[in-house]
């Protein structure tokens, strides 16, 4: 089946620091890849994607790789900040029935 | 476009009542999703349409929860009669293929 597997939170970092969050997928065929953010009180976002493989996703910057050999799309960023504060997603979909699977979430505190 | 529009943002209801949660999705878009995001159990689909057909409802929890699509711009989820563990945030989102978009969410809160 189908499945996302990110890595267990909660994160707390430094302001400045590197992040990076884990995500596996399981799928068949070949999957598109995103990770939404998800601020308090609000719904998801979309953060970045990436439909195929070795394709980066990018966006404020925050990168991700689509790497099919080890099945991963893993969340960085080389400089958090505050704001970043957040839970993140990761989620695939498939392109025929466009049904999504999301991970569990991490939740992200950065603190000055 | 204004996005995926919700209503109402907050409910606070008792238990037994009748609950009906509104989504207005993106202008276009031929999917259209319900989620419930809670502490415990994270974000769950409950159903999902396209061209406001239910191609898959496993995710509903029993019978007391219903969703329609009557049009491609309005969808409705009903919790009748509503408990105390129905408390959650309700989530609707809108795909054209591609990312989803989610609305703000209604918070149900069953006293």
Redesign the interface.
């Known amino acids: 089946g189908n499945s996302v597997t990110q890595m267990e939170g909660p994160v707390t970092l430094s302001e400045e620091a590197f992040l990076t969050i884990n995500c596996t997928y399981t799928a068949t065929g070949y999957p598109?890849l995103?990770w939404?953010v998800q601020y308090p009180g609000?719904?998801?976002?979309?953060l970045l994607?990436a439909?195929k493989a070795d394709d980066k996703g990018s966006n404020k910057g925050f990168e991700a790789t689509y790497r099919k050999e080890t099945t991963s799309f893993h969340l960085e960023k080389g400089s958090v900040q505050v704001s970043d504060s957040a839970v993140y997603?990761c989620a695939l979909?498939k392109?025929t029935?466009?049904?999504?699977y999301?991970g569990?979430?991490t939740s992200l505190t950065v603190i000055p | 476009d204004a996005g995926?529009i919700q209503s109402p943002r907050h409910e606070v209801t008792e238990m037994g009542q009748e609950v009906t949660l509104r989504c207005k999705p993106i202008s276009g878009h031929d999917?259209l999703?319900w989620y419930r995001q809670t502490m415990m159990r994270?974000?769950e689909?409950l159903i999902?349409f396209?061209n406001n057909v239910p191609?898959?409802d496993s995710g509903m929890p029993e019978d007391r929860f219903s969703a329609k699509m009557p049009n491609a711009s309005f969808s409705t989820l009903k919790i009748q009669p509503s408990e105390p563990r129905d408390s959650a945030v309700y989530?609707c989102?809108s795909?054209r293929?591609?990312?989803?978009?989610?609305?703000?969410?209604t918070r149900l809160t069953v006293v």
């Open positions: 598109s995103f939404y609000e719904g998801l976002q979309l994607k439909t997603f979909t392109n029935g466009n049904q999504f999301f569990t979430g | 995926v999917y999703f994270g974000l689909l999902y396209n191609i898959d989530f989102a795909s293929g591609g990312e989803a978009f989610f609305g703000q969410g």
